[in-house]
């Protein structure tokens, strides 16, 4: 079972005199005091030895920052390229992925805004389509329905694990299989699943997934990781290359890297990714399993709670759920609620119809509140928080 006071001890944002209830790791979460030292630990010695030094010093944490995210997903370091973001690192992966006239792609329905942009734009420049596998009445994706859908001209599927816009869960490892059948490559964006829900790369069988490291993982912005298959980590051609994904080896040749760096450029936020890795460390400290039950408690209270609030609706679809809360208030638009909420010291966000159109459009919704709650939050401020959204 999780210790939640030493969680709470050792997350500066949330100690006793903070005063805040903080509902945003779906955004942005609150690190760990080791990750905070760590990155400014490096940041200090930058200012003392410059850049290139202090990087010099640190190469064997850096090697073991891969070490620990295979860990974590069950994936050797060599699949495991480090990146500033999940967008990057889905971008980096898909256009790499060889298109052409006829080829389809296919995209969740509640797909994130820049996975589908780089959709529309990939088959604007290559001729290939853009199709939308459909969702069952639970709003998770429809499997009969893609299994009908699927032929040999589908090349890449899109699935997003856990939406921006609610908590949902889709059926991955299920969606996966059926696009093998028909030899698609299936790129999970798993922005809103890693460090809130178990992922093991085998288990799902994906051939790449994108995360970030501030979100559930708890780590600094603009870091992130990319997995990818070791075969197609050994074959596919990144659309950007630098003298780190690969070495010029002629005046009209280059030879590319031989597993997943090839997927990464040589500069890059040095204390950022020690930083990541201190705060994978921290999870498996803690021990994941414990972490990811105590996310799904704390959300399964507030959508117990929160229906009990006259004029409040929860909007969360799916069978399986996750440590994102979406509701509405009757009356009051989202980002009054948020922030009426927030000069109370309660932090939640808003998600917008633009961030995820295609679900979002087909509720007729044009924003929902989110609440994330970490496994660092009490059940006393869930209580403060349930509180003052019926005062509203």
């Not at 790499?96 to 959709?119: E, F, K, M, T, W």
């Not at 930083?275 to 408690?297: F, K, M, S, W």
Request: aromatic letters at 6%; one cysteine or more.
């Amino acid at each position: 079972m999780l210790d939640e006071g030493r969680v709470r001890a050792e997350t500066p944002g949330c100690g006793s005199d903070s005063g805040t209830v903080f509902l945003d790791s779906a955004g942005s979460s609150l690190p760990s005091q080791v990750v905070l030292d760590t990155v400014i630990g490096h940041l200090r010695r930058e200012a003392e030895v410059g850049g290139y030094r202090a990087a010099n010093e640190r190469l064997e944490d850096l090697a073991a920052v891969k070490t620990d995210i295979g860990t974590l997903i069950n994936a050797d370091p060599s699949c495991i390229a480090l990146s500033d973001s999940a967008t990057r690192a889905w971008a980096d992966f898909f256009y790499s992925v060889p298109l052409g006239p006829g080829d389809r792609i296919l995209i969740s329905g509640s797909d994130y805004a820049s996975n589908g942009i780089a959709a529309l734009q990939r088959a604007r420049a290559t001729g290939a389509r853009v199709e939308q596998i459909p969702t069952d009445p639970n709003g998770q994706l429809d499997l009969d329905a893609m299994a009908d859908m699927v032929d040999e001209r589908v090349k890449l599927v899109s699935v997003l694990h856990v939406p921006s816009n609610g908590g949902l869960v889709n059926p991955a490892a299920e969606a996966t299989r059926i696009a093998h059948s028909v030899g698609a490559l299936v790129l999970l964006d798993a922005c809103q699943s890693a460090g809130q829900i178990a992922l093991d790369t085998r288990e799902l069988d994906v051939d790449a997934m994108s995360v970030t490291g501030r979100k559930w993982l708890r780590g600094p912005r603009g870091t992130g990781f990319l997995y990818v298959r070791p075969e197609l980590a050994t074959t596919l051609e990144p659309q950007r290359l630098d003298l780190h994904s690969a070495q010029w080896t002629s005046a009209d040749s280059y030879q590319l890297a031989a597993d997943a760096s090839r997927f990464e450029f040589w500069e890059c936020d040095v204390a950022g990714r020690l930083g990541l890795g201190a705060a994978v460390r921290y999870l498996l400290d803690l021990g994941p399993e414990d972490v990811y039950a105590a996310v799904a408690a704390r959300a399964e209270y507030l959508r117990k709670t929160l229906p009990e609030i006259p004029g409040v609706t929860v909007r969360d679809l799916g069978v399986r759920h996750s440590g994102i809360v979406s509701f509405t208030v009757d009356g009051v638009a989202a980002f009054d609620v948020r922030d009426r909420l927030a000069a109370r010291d309660i932090t939640v966000t808003v998600s917008q119809a633009s961030s995820t159109l295609l679900d979002m459009t087909a509720r007729g919704l044009d924003a929902v509140v989110r609440a994330s709650p970490h496994c660092f939050v009490s059940f006393d401020e869930l209580d403060r928080f349930v509180a003052a959204l019926a005062e509203l």
